[in-house]
């Protein structure tokens, strides 16, 4: 059983950066795919970002591109996602998430099967 749990969220103000973590026990994070969703209040999870355990490929949604980035410390069984320039649109709860297989990227997040509980990340002036 793979448990993921993530950490690093916090109030910030815009322009500021932050870096979360994603914690991973149960498996080696090497034979697995880690994706970062984000939910806002009223609206629904959106995948942000995710780094492929097949081929180490990164993607990351359009609305973050160029400022965030997604890495992995497979030593530390930890993913990383910085967020450089924060914006007020980018308050949520963020959560990463792995396939219960070793396998890319998925392109749905139906194709997530295990998820950590979430770390509030607040933008604001």
């Known amino acids: 059983q793979l448990r993921l749990v993530e950490s690093g969220g916090d109030l910030v103000q815009p322009g500021e950066s932050l870096t979360l973590s994603c914690a991973v026990s149960g498996f080696p994070l090497m034979y697995y795919s880690v994706g970062w969703y984000r939910q806002a209040s009223g609206k629904e999870r959106e995948e942000v970002s995710c780094?492929?355990?097949?081929?180490?490929?990164?993607t990351y949604a359009d609305s973050v591109k160029g400022r965030f980035t997604i890495t992995r410390d497979n030593a530390k069984n930890t993913v990383f996602l910085e967020i450089n320039d924060l914006r007020p649109e980018d308050t949520g709860t963020y959560y990463c998430?792995?396939?219960?297989?070793?396998?890319?990227?998925?392109?749905?997040?139906?194709?997530?099967?295990?998820w950590g509980q979430g770390t509030q990340v607040t933008v604001s002036s």
């Open positions: 998430a792995a396939p219960g297989e070793y396998k890319d990227c998925p392109d749905y997040e139906s194709g997530y099967y295990f």
């Open positions: 780094i492929s355990g097949v081929n180490g490929r990164r």
